[in-house]
């Protein structure tokens, strides 16, 4: 590690293009001592933010009905009419971040041309598995192969002129074969280069922004090239604000399923009820122990947990892998991908769809999920990414976890889609997506052990998304300090619980995707103007060297 300044961020080692501005990390910020308690806040960020979700959070639960009859047309509003603009931005990004491996702009080192990594490559990937995707991967690991699956293989219906079916594409009525292929392509599109990209793209344009050009880790520091010295003012206050909103609810999405599917798990394993009652009282406890982790710091709590995680989920994959159908899986594994390259085209067209229901209900709602969780993620593998060139970034932020997804899934829900095909095993095929998982594994050997090991992963999933996203959050609304008081992160944990508990009683799942979706939308422009950003900025950090 290289010497740090007064706010916990690193100085450039060896040469980088730093950015000459009178602007000073913190400056804006209130400081106060309350008893034992410290303060240091950005104003008005932290204010804006903070009061917004606090007035949420009330009016939610006291007026559900309402609340949900509004999120309801925020979801079909959005999906209806911005589903191209979602889908088309998503591809441009994949293809600016595909671009800068093999442009020169892949030698650039983060942190200056003589910058150490902080972390081994095995700690490294750990926190990017389990800070990205962890409790997707478990609730979509199974339903989402199964699903396109089963609505490929079935009728296309239309009403009124359009499609009422849920089938990616033109489907594969009665072709097994087919709708194998087509159902596993849909599923690695939404689970593969585009979602990475993404994270890759905002992560790259806070580690260059911050580590090379010394300016705050903060999400308005990333468009200087646009804004100048604009973006200290009330245009950077919008930034980090938009970014505040789309972190909290994009993490609310996945607590909230994150919670449904330990509810499901629990109850087919104990008998515990299932409901609206349970999962909050799920989410209340799973918060408590984010916030222990939260206490013991990034490496203490996230590294840690990340690292057990990891574990544990290479143990429950292998264990699925080698128990399962072996040599299906392993074909089956080859046989996707080869299926995502032949659809990529037409699964990531933004224009003309027929497949209303799936580009919208699926797609828009994925690529607003992953934007709404880019400004968390990106900014959490920023800091642990220093040292690393922007080539080894990009294919390690990119390509590395898109193989591992494309493994997972064609795991899980192989062996689900084999135990259908092959078995005439249907339980997990006909439960509802949080209990697939569990019905999936009930037809494997040691099934109750493997199903209290995907709970246990869905509730650690849990904590290190909700304790780096509450780090992620404070580092926002502290102005770009990473060392800001403990306090602060605390009340942001509780309140990132708070929202998934108003979203679930507002409305449950549906008010969860309306919310993550709006909120997408929002940071969608502003992932854009990144790329455009990321740009000018290597081009300055090329012409130093």
């Known amino acids: 590690m290289s010497d740090t300044n007064s706010h916990g961020i690193p100085e450039p080692e060896g040469k980088a293009d730093v950015i000459d501005t009178d602007y000073e990390i913190g400056q804006d910020n209130i400081e106060r001592q309350i008893g034992p308690f410290g303060l240091d806040i950005h104003n008005p960020v932290f204010l804006i933010s903070g009061i917004a979700v606090v007035v949420f959070v009330f009016y939610t ?18 999906t209806k009419n911005f589903d191209w603009f979602l889908i088309g931005s998503a591809d441009l990004v994949v293809i600016f971040a595909l671009l800068l491996i093999v442009t020169p702009f892949g030698s650039v080192r983060l942190g200056g041309n003589e910058a150490v990594a902080d972390y081994t490559y095995l700690g490294w990937f750990a926190m990017l598995f389990a800070a990205g995707m962890g409790i997707g991967l478990m609730f979509y690991g199974v339903s989402e192969p199964l699903t396109h699956f089963s609505t490929s293989m079935g009728e296309i219906t239309t009403e009124n002129g359009l499609r009422t079916d849920w089938a990616p594409l033109g489907a594969a009525t009665g072709d097994e074969a087919g709708s194998l292929r087509l159902g596993m392509a849909a599923t690695i599109y939404h689970w593969g280069l585009h979602p990475w990209a ?3 793209i905002v992560a790259l344009a806070l580690a260059l922004f911050t580590y090379n050009k010394g300016l705050p880790l903060t999400i308005r520091s990333a468009f200087y090239p646009v804004l100048g010295e604009r973006v200290w003012g009330w245009p ?7 970014a505040v909103f789309a972190t909290l609810f994009g993490l609310a999405t996945s607590l909230g399923l994150g919670a449904t599917q330990a509810n499901a798990g629990l109850n087919e394993l104990f008998g515990i009820p299932t409901g609206t009652t349970s999962e909050v009282v799920l989410i209340s406890l799973i918060t408590a122990v984010a916030l222990v982790s939260v206490l013991r710091g990034l490496d203490g709590g996230v590294k840690v947990l990340s690292e057990i995680n990891m574990g544990l989920a290479a143990l429950l994959a292998l264990f699925t892998l080698f128990v399962g159908p072996t040599i299906f899986l392993l074909s089956f594994f080859w046989d996707s991908l080869v299926a995502y390259i032949e659809y990529l085209p037409a699964l990531a067209n933004p224009f003309g769809r027929e497949d209303v229901n799936f580009s919208q209900g699926w797609t828009a709602f994925y690529w607003a999920w992953w934007i709404s969780w ?14 690393r060139t922007v080539r080894e970034f990009v294919i390690c932020v990119l390509l590395i ?3 591992v997804c494309v493994l997972w899934m064609s795991i ?22 949080p209990l697939q998982l569990f019905k999936m594994l009930d037809a494997l050997p040691l099934a109750s052990i493997t199903s209290f090991i995907g ?31 403990v306090p602060q992160r605390v009340f942001w944990c509780i309140f990132e619980g708070a929202v998934a508990i108003a979203l679930l009683i507002g409305g449950g799942l549906a008010a969860l995707q309306s919310m993550v979706i709006s909120t997408g ?11 455009f950003c990321i740009f000018r900025g290597l081009q300055d950090e090329r012409k130093i060297r």
Do not use: W
């Open 412 to 433: 899980f829900g192989g062996t689900a889609i084999h135990q259908v095909l092959n078995d005439g095993y249907t339980a997990a095929q006909d439960a509802a997506l």
């Open 198 to 200: 993404i994270y890759a």
């Open 455 to 485: 709970i246990v992963l869905v509730v650690v999933f849990f904590v290190t998304s909700s304790d780096s996203g509450s780090l992620v959050i404070d580092t926002i609304t502290a102005g770009g300090k990473v060392d800001a008081p």
């Open 61 to 78: 639960i006291a007026l559900p009905e309402q609340a949900a009859a509004i999120f309801s047309a925020m979801f079909n509003f959005t």
């Open 401 to 403: 976890p898109s193989l």
């Open 236 to 242: 950077g206050h919008i930034i980090d604000t938009i």
């Open 374 to 387: 880019s400004p968390f993620v990106g900014m959490f593998i920023a800091r642990v990414s220093r040292g």
């Open 521 to 531: 939308l929002l940071f969608t422009l502003l992932l854009l103007f990144m790329c």
